[in-house]
């Protein structure tokens, strides 16, 4: 063997101790020899844990890195003891992570290895290696980032520094703002311009608010731009901060949509909204004034009616009039219940019949009872059914107790599976005979086969006691089975 | 109500009722209906300045009020007039009463508010609850 037999002199020990290179000297079996200070420094060796070592097991090849640049680094250190030339080389070559056994750091080296010479021949190597891995990457993410900017070319994507004001834009960026394509870092400016002015102080707002954010940091923002003699246009940025090292300038990475279409689309259905509400309004209005119209109507038909009642002569006239008075209240007042319920097209015939009832006992004599349970039905079944309260209301007091003050009618209501139970009964005298063909008999029919309903007669049924009944007779009870289910 | 205005505790009482409504068919409608209930009609008014002067001479215990008066007046105002000056309260009668209108009305404490068209039987309750010195 031809090893480095003398020891390093003096000179040379105090060259590797000081300098700020890096070299490692290793004999021809690339044992290590002697290393620089700024070696250990670089590599976070001591000194004795590399001395007597073969370079390879000072630093072992990573195991799960096929890559890995131990072939190449071997191969130039084998072709330098060969033929004595120098030979650089630029190798990616992971080395021990020495505060974490187990692990590898990637790193990037530009390695010269010179041969050592002693009396004509080759004794061994010095190497000199410098870490690169920062000038790689960096040139590699330039790399990348171009190429992206070139692929993305049909997408307006921009990289903009707030604080230096400058941005990196994809042709499509420039296409989008009406600007020439301005390759490599240029400035901001003339695309914050763009912006309409009051939009332009929020967005300047919005990323110098960002500045001190954490990379990662995303930003989702729409703003109306305009080129010159063009329409305003609607433009969403979305992107997120970049950032290195805490101390970089915040960088943002975005790209840039034009999301005027989907603003305008937005508008116009706001619009078609606050016109289709507008009708909306002025249909109410209709509606409220032509409901106002009819009400009003019929109570001065209603009104005409009590008073040629009231004016009459003759108790024949004076009673026909009282009783067209009351079947129009009953037809009319049913309008009032439909406005007052907000709903046109059904009505609570319950709490109507107990109104109603407490009208007729206002116009008759005796007395008139309610109850009746929560019912809703249509309207056009409760004009029916107002009517065939009046009739029957009115006919008990009409035949059941002749001269009598004091007689009582009961209206009841009740909810049933298939709809309603109307009963009215009196404590009259009972039924005499036959029903006769006076009008208020034949509107009672009419209502009961309008309604699809049967119609029971009986003696009288004051079962819960709520009614006096001191009436002389059997009484009279009509009970009529209203379907409402439609 | 206050206690100046306050009318008979008595419910067979005889209230003095005027009438503001400019359908006079109805009107004199309403003036049977009230005095078969037992109440007199001390005077008929269509529209805010009448029902104004009307009142100050007649000096009601209740009045009806149409909500829509002649010339486009509005029987809200009248009634508003007619709590701020003469506290009188009033028993309004329309043909349109929504939700909205009747949270306008009750901020007047109406005696009642009444749908047209109108059945007796309401008009007399409202006026018997004058008698006891309610208001909705």
């Not at chain 1, 311009?193 to 729409?222: C, H, K, M, Q, W």
């Amino acid at each position: 063997m031809t090893d480095l037999q003398t020891p390093l002199d003096l000179t040379t020990r105090v060259i590797l101790e000081t300098t700020q290179h890096s070299y490692l000297i290793l004999d021809r079996d690339l044992v290590v020899q002697a290393v620089s200070t700024a070696y250990c420094r670089m590599t976070g060796a001591t000194e004795q844990e590399l001395l007597g070592l073969n370079v390879f097991e000072a630093f072992p090849p990573n195991p799960d890195d096929p890559d890995d640049g131990f072939q190449r680094v071997l191969l130039s250190m084998q072709g330098v003891l060969a033929d004595g030339r120098t030979d650089t080389l630029e190798v990616r070559y992971a080395i021990p992570d020495r505060t974490q056994p187990g692990r590898y750091v990637n790193h990037w080296w530009r390695i010269t290895h010179a041969p050592l010479m002693q009396d004509g021949v080759i004794t061994g190597i010095l190497q000199n290696s410098m870490d690169i891995t920062s000038e790689v990457t960096t040139a590699r993410d330039a790399n990348i980032r171009e190429a992206l900017v070139d692929n993305l070319s049909d997408i307006a994507f921009w990289e903009f520094c707030p604080s230096e004001g400058t941005a990196i834009v994809s042709e499509a960026q420039s296409r989008m703002f009406g600007l020439p394509p301005t390759p490599g870092v240029t400035s901001a400016e003339p695309f914050i311009n763009r912006y309409l002015p009051e939009d332009r102080a929020r967005l300047i707002e919005t990323f110098a608010s960002l500045e001190d954010a954490p990379a990662g940091t995303p930003v989702d923002v729409e703003y109306r731009m305009q080129i010159p003699d063009e329409d305003i246009r609607w433009v969403r940025l979305r992107g997120d901060l970049v950032r290195e090292d805490p101390r970089d300038p915040a960088r943002f990475v975005g790209i840039s949509m034009d999301v005027t279409t989907a603003r305008r689309r937005e508008e116009a259905l706001a619009s078609t909204i606050a016109e289709r509400d507008r009708l909306l309004e002025q249909k109410q209005l209709l509606l409220d004034e032509v409901n106002h119209r009819i009400k009003n109507s019929l109570q001065i038909v209603s009104s005409i009616l009590n008073l040629d009642a009231h004016a009459a002569v003759g108790d024949e006239a004076r009673s026909r009039l009282q009783g067209a008075a009351s079947r129009v209240r009953a037809v009319a007042s049913v309008h009032e219940m439909i406005y007052k319920t907000g709903q046109v097209t059904t009505v609570e015939i319950g709490g109507y019949l107990a109104d109603l009832c407490d009208t007729l006992q206002a116009s008759t004599q005796g007395k008139v009872t309610c109850r009746s349970d929560t019912l809703h039905c249509s309207t056009d079944k409760a004009i029916s059914l107002a009517l065939l309260t009046n009739e029957l209301v009115a006919n008990a007091f009409g035949h059941a107790f002749g001269d009598r003050v004091d007689g009582c009618v009961e209206v009841t209501c009740e909810a049933t599976d298939e709809g309603m139970a109307l009963t009215v009964q009196d404590d009259g005298i009972g039924k005499q005979g036959s029903s006769g063909k006076g009008l208020g008999t034949r509107i009672i029919a009419s209502m009961v086969m309008q309604l699809g309903a049967t119609m029971q007669e009986g003696p009288a049924d004051f079962s819960d006691g709520k009614t006096s009944q001191g009436g002389p007779g059997p009484g009279h009870r009509v009970l009529v089975r209203v379907p409402l289910k439609d | 109500m206050s206690s100046d205005s306050a009318p008979k505790p008595d419910s067979d009482a005889s209230l003095d009722v005027l009438i503001v409504e400019d359908e006079v068919l109805i009107a004199m409608d309403l003036e049977i209906q009230i005095e078969e209930a037992g109440h007199s009609v001390v005077g008929m008014a269509v529209d805010v300045d009448s029902c104004q002067a009307a009142a100050r001479t007649a000096r009601p215990d209740v009045v009806l009020m149409d909500l829509r008066l002649r010339g486009g007046d509005c029987g809200e105002d009248a009634a508003r007039w007619l709590r701020e000056e003469l506290d009188v309260p009033c028993i309004f009668l329309s043909g349109n009463i929504d939700e909205a209108r009747v949270a306008r009305l009750n901020s007047l404490s109406p005696v009642a508010i009444i749908g047209k068209p109108l059945l007796s039987g309401r008009l007399t309750a409202a006026l018997a609850k004058v008698c006891h010195g309610d208001t909705v």
